[in-house]
């Protein structure tokens, strides 16, 4: 039995410290995706309210985020790969809009997932809630979601989903030419490693130095 679980130990310990493989952990990004600060690392991550597995990184993800160095900056685009994840995706927009980000994106995930009284694929009802929880005029939200700066921004959105090669959500893309996912990498935790190893492979190229 002692020799069962010490074989097991090394196998766990193998395993986490096996170095991330391309085709398997992560990929290439199907077409290069510009980048908003090429002197530094981007991680930009593709979500989608109405997504569970996004919602449950949520919190991991916040706290990997704090921690990220100076040369890495991280920033979210709402993956619209078809119409019914559009309105969610102007939410996201009209939030940054309005300057409610911050305020309001993690209750909106709760909103959805938690309280389950937003369907994220109804835009009446996200600009209801927003209107409510932000304490706006309605007609505001609803300028924020009609605007042509939302709707430029979903093109770039969907476009930015096409480019990446990504076939669902959450997924995170580094420096825009590497994408992982939690169901890739093995789990929320496994992806953070992962974009933690694309990070230090992407520093070493931007410095010159060997992959």
């Not at 290439?28 to 309210?49: G, H, M, R, S």
């Not at 209107?131 to 093109?155: H, L």
Request: aromatic share 8%.
């Amino acid at each position: 039995m002692k020799k069962l679980l010490a074989a097991l130990m090394l196998l766990v310990s193998a395993t986490a410290m096996a170095e991330p493989q391309l085709g398997n952990d992560f990929n290439q990004t199907a077409k290069t995706i510009k980048t908003d600060n090429p002197a530094k690392i981007e991680v930009l991550e593709i979500f989608w309210y109405g997504c569970p597995h996004c919602y449950h990184l949520e919190s991991s993800l916040a706290t990997w985020v704090k921690k990220l160095p100076q040369d890495v900056y991280f920033k979210r685009v709402p993956g619209v790969p078809r119409p019914d994840w559009a309105p969610a995706g102007k939410a996201f927009y009209a939030l940054e809009a309005l300057n409610l980000t911050d305020k309001l994106h993690t209750q909106l995930f709760d909103a959805i997932h938690k309280a389950r009284n937003v369907n994220p694929a109804s835009e009446a009802q996200l600009i209801d809630w927003i209107t409510k929880q932000g304490g706006q005029d309605r007609t505001k939200v609803e300028e924020a979601f009609k605007s042509f700066s939302t709707n430029n921004n979903i093109v770039r959105a969907m476009n930015v989903f096409r480019d990446s090669g990504a076939t669902g959500v959450p997924a995170l893309v580094i420096d825009g030419r590497y994408i992982t996912s939690s169901s890739m990498a093995g789990g929320n935790q496994n992806v953070l490693q992962v974009a933690d190893y694309l990070i230090e492979n992407v520093r070493k190229e931007k410095s010159g130095g060997a992959k």
